[in-house]
């Protein structure tokens, strides 16, 4: 196994080569929990250890931030390596998710943006909307998320230097 300590987001952390690394977090509210479901099956299937931090019984009256933000406080920890929200629209979980320090999370719709966001902005957690994405294409979309790997060019480095220094409120 390949480890390598890096200065995080939230301090140095020792993180496992993302080739060996299958712990993958998952969450949902009511309106994300049928694909949540589904996804985690696939992902399951697949060899990952899927994390689910929640809803893990559908109610109609929960709230997404309540299982996003455990979602992304993990990915921001180090405790899984990237993460999966869903609500209805994914505009939601998308929103709260960006409030923690470390996360770079976008709601996706295409495989370009699935790989893309991770190779140039290193994000690290894909949102989706249940009442919007089929099955097929979200899963389509998680596996190529999971397998794109950030690219470290200089330039997406220094962007997310900058993105970091708003973040701790150096702008």
């Known amino acids: ?19 060996i690394n299958k712990k993958i977090g998952i969450a949902a509210d009511h309106g994300g929990y049928d694909l949540k479901v589904f996804l985690k099956n696939e ?18 009256g929960d709230d997404y931030p ?11 920890d180090g ?7 869903v609500c209805g629209s994914g505009v939601g979980a998308c929103v709260a998710i960006n409030k923690i320090k470390g996360i770079r999370a976008c709601l996706v ?8 966001g991770v190779e140039d902005d290193d994000m690290n957690i894909i949102c989706l909307g249940g009442n919007i994405t089929g099955q097929k294409l979200a899963r389509e979309l998680v596996m190529t ?12 480095k220094r962007r997310l230097q900058k993105i970091a220094n708003l973040e701790s409120g150096n702008q």
């Open 1 to 19: 196994m390949k480890f390598t300590v890096q200065q995080g987001t939230r301090g140095i952390g020792i993180f496992i080569d993302a080739m």
């Open 43 to 60: 992902l399951a299937k697949q060899g990952y250890d899927v994390s689910d931090y929640g809803n893990t019984i559908f109610d109609s």
């Open 66 to 76: 309540d299982y996003v933000i455990p979602l992304a406080n993990a990915v921001a």
């Open 79 to 85: 405790e899984v390596y990237r993460g999966i929200a």
């Open 109 to 116: 719709n295409d495989n370009f943006s699935a790989h893309q």
């Open 145 to 156: 998320f999971l397998s794109a790997s950030f690219s470290g060019e200089e330039r997406f």
